[in-house]
């Protein structure tokens, strides 16, 4: 377990060692150095600035980059205008990419007037090859890459940005490894992100996850409670597992464990109130699974349970291994064994070959399952995926009619669902302070949806009853119950 390393206690005159995390630990030592060094010529401690794009496994990424960052003595800045500051990429769909492309022009005007700042990028983009190839050809001034395989010798890399001339780009095709022990720096005190696989061996036509995040691979389970047993110490109430499929958790593990399993055991993990988990393929999900849910006393009333399309069609050629009536089964046995359960999801509209028909079919998943809220996406041709080299891409304008439409019902759905909580007090976990009105507190129901209610900060990670009086759509205006 990591515990505070001493760093300064680490003889840096030798060879570094070649285990992993001892590795690192010499590495963070060594940058430790040159952070002291830059201290000593300027007269403060060089800052940092972390930018996340994309979902929550990027974002608990982020927080293992400015673990090792703070660790190593650099502080944290307000804004992009830092000594070194780095983009953690998300590939997921075009205009991710293209945020980060025009985002890096901002870089570089500010670099101009600032030589000594350095560039990094890391993250799923970086594992594209054409993207590696673009900035080697266009952005010279980026002055470190690397990949979502090597990340945890981050700090291994930064040194060798300090010592080396030139950029250093290292970028790995796969890895097997998991690291363990390395520091990480939560954003929020009462909450953490918990990994629990990385990776994904699913392969939807259209995703380009599993080749940028390599194959499946699941955390010990003893490693996770232990985790989450240092964070339930550390004040962490709400937990959420994270993996690209966590109802596949365990299955490649040497002693193989369920999802279900693993659960029943974080269950009991005394300090922990809340378990949250994303993301569920509808394919894996268990009946172990369903029945855990409805036993606990913990996990909460949320379940994103990703739809892609209605058409069992189109999720064939999605390769998602469902169809229609098998989703709407799945839904239906959840709320028998759950019924206070709120079901979100995730829609892709305008799949190569998605005629009026099949969208209609979506439609009507959407109206049959009453989504208390959805992520709707425009279909996005990803370089190397199958779904790329499908004929019939659906034309820019009728896609952009049928997102109109299905937006307008997955809105109206979810408000009306959302009415049916107005009156009742609800358990909620304060998050912060309201940034628009300063007597508000924010915070999330058991069921995700958000409420304003008056309070102060001294509540922020406390878990208060709120009685939900005034519904605005996705969210809630209360009043605390004393
Ligand atoms: N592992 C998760 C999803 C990760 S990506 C799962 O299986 O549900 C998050 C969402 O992005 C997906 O659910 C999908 O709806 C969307 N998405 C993925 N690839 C996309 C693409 N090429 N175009 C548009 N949306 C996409
Ligand atoms: Fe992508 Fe499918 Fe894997 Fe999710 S399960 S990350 S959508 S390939
Ligand atoms: Fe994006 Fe990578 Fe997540 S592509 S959605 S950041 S796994």
């Keep these: 377990m990591y ?17 992993e995390p001892a590795r690192q630990y010499y590495f963070m030592a060594k940058c430790r150095e040159w952070v002291r060094e830059f201290e000593q010529k300027n007269g403060r401690r060089p800052c940092f600035f972390v930018q996340t794009f994309g979902c929550q496994m990027n974002a608990r990424d982020s927080e293992k980059l400015v673990g090792i960052l703070e660790t190593v003595g650099y502080c944290q800045a307000e804004k992009e205008e830092a000594d070194f500051v780095i983009y953690n990429t998300c590939t997921v769909r075009e205009n991710a990419n293209n945020k980060v492309w025009g985002r890096l022009g901002y870089l570089n005007a500010y670099k101009k007037h600032h030589p000594h ?6 993250g799923c983009m970086m594992q594209e090859a054409e993207v590696v190839e673009k900035i080697k050809k266009s952005y010279p001034f980026v002055d470190l890459v690397f990949g979502t395989h090597n990340i945890y010798k981050f700090a291994e890399l930064l040194e060798t940005s300090f010592v080396q001339e030139g950029r250093v780009i290292d970028i790995w095709k796969d890895t097997d490894k998991i690291v363990e022990e390395l520091p990480i720096e939560r954003k929020y005190s009462f909450k953490s992100g918990v990994n629990i696989m990385f990776g994904c061996n699913n392969f939807c036509s259209y995703c380009i996850v599993p080749y940028v995040r390599g194959r499946e691979r699941s955390r010990k389970p003893e490693d996770i409670l232990a985790e989450i047993e240092r964070l339930a110490a550390d004040g962490v109430v709400e937990i959420m597992l994270l993996g690209q499929n966590v109802n596949s958790y365990g299955k490649n593990l040497k002693e193989p464990i369920t999802f279900a399993e693993l659960l029943k055991q974080i269950e009991d993990i005394e300090g922990i109130e809340r378990i949250r988990f994303m993301t569920s393929h509808p394919k894996d999900l268990s009946d172990e699974l369903i029945e855990v849910m409805g036993k606990s006393k913990k996990i909460c009333r949320h379940l994103h349970l990703p739809l892609q399309s209605g058409s069992s069609r189109i999720l064939k050629a999605m390769n998602r291994h469902y169809d ?3 989703y709407l089964s799945l839904v239906e046995k959840i709320r028998r064994a759950v019924p206070d359960i709120a079901l979100t999801t995730d829609i892709i509209v305008g799949f190569p070959g998605e005629t009026e028909e099949d969208f209609l079919e979506t439609m009507d998943v959407v109206e049959q399952v009453g989504y208390e809220s959805a992520f709707t996406f425009i279909y996005s041709k990803r370089t190397g995926t199958p779904a790329a080299f499908m004929e019939e891409q659906i034309s820019e304008d009728v896609v952009k009619d049928r997102f109109d439409r299905l937006l307008k019902s997955v809105q109206s759905i979810a408000a009306k669902k959302a009415e049916l909580y107005t009156g009742k007090t609800e358990p909620v976990l304060v998050e912060e302070v309201n940034e628009q009105d300063q007597m508000l507190v924010s915070g999330r129901l058991s069921s995700n949806f958000m409420v304003h209610f008056p309070g102060t900060e001294e509540m ?17 205006y209360g009043e605390l119950v004393e």
């Design 324 to 326: 229609k009536e098998q």
């Design 117 to 122: 700042m350095k560039i990094a990028l890391c």
């Design 3 to 19: 515990n505070e390393i001493d760093l300064d206690k680490i003889d840096v005159s030798h060879e570094p060692p070649t285990q």
């Design 460 to 476: 922020i990670g406390k878990i208060v009853n709120v009685t939900l009086k005034e519904c605005k759509g996705f969210y809630f």
